[in-house]
């Protein structure tokens, strides 16, 4: 299943609406940085403050994948960097996991599918694509914009092939090779978009 911009889009604006007003969880932030950043859910239960590196829209976060143990590194954009500005003033954390429940513990990794259907069932009632499924979209959208397999493998922390395992060993992750596929991502975002009008 394939996440469309524009459908995305009206998702994460319905959730920021009601997560200010106190309506829902704070899921507008895991979307966001699902998004963005197109690591796993239980990476991104993972981040924290401390491990921010860079500023504006050099922001990401360099981790070690929760699964593999491998070396990542998660880019966000300006939408999100302003998300998380704005999440921080409402839900301050300085040490700990940034992304939190309801009640202000960290995620466990039943509550962010919960907290996610909760807000997926108010926007498109009857859906039921997970985070998870913004990694595949995250994949289909760098491909349609030309990226190559390794540079969607690095912007996803993957390995396309057993194959790459040499690859992995003489290439680990870096910054630019992750940032390379964002913009191959954008640019097949609008392509498909142009498509589905």
């Not at 500023?55 to 070690?64: L, R, S, V």
Request: charged share 25%; with cysteine.
């Amino acid at each position: 299943m394939h996440f469309k911009a524009t459908p995305a889009s009206r998702a994460y604006d319905s959730s920021l609406g009601a997560w200010f007003s106190g309506i829902i969880p704070p899921v507008p932030p895991y979307i966001a940085f699902a998004w963005d950043t197109q690591l796993s859910p239980a990476d991104l239960r993972g981040l924290t403050v401390a491990g921010i590196k860079g500023e504006g829209k050099d922001g990401h976060f360099p981790i070690e994948r929760a699964k593999s143990g491998r070396a990542a590194i998660g880019t966000v954009g300006k939408r999100s960097l302003a998300l998380l500005d704005a999440y921080l003033k409402k839900e301050p954390c300085e040490v700990g996991a940034i992304l939190r429940n309801r009640s202000g513990s960290v995620c466990s990794r039943y509550a962010l599918p919960d907290d996610f259907g909760m807000v997926r069932e108010m926007t498109f009632p009857g859906d039921k694509r997970t985070l998870a499924d913004m990694r595949r979209s995250g994949a289909i959208e760098a491909n349609a914009g030309g990226a190559s397999p390794s540079t969607t493998a690095a912007k996803m922390a993957n390995s396309i092939s057993s194959a790459n395992a040499i690859h992995k060993t003489y290439q680990p992750v870096d910054l630019e090779s992750v940032r390379q596929a964002d913009e191959p991502r954008e640019i097949g975002r609008r392509r498909m978009r142009d498509q589905n009008k």
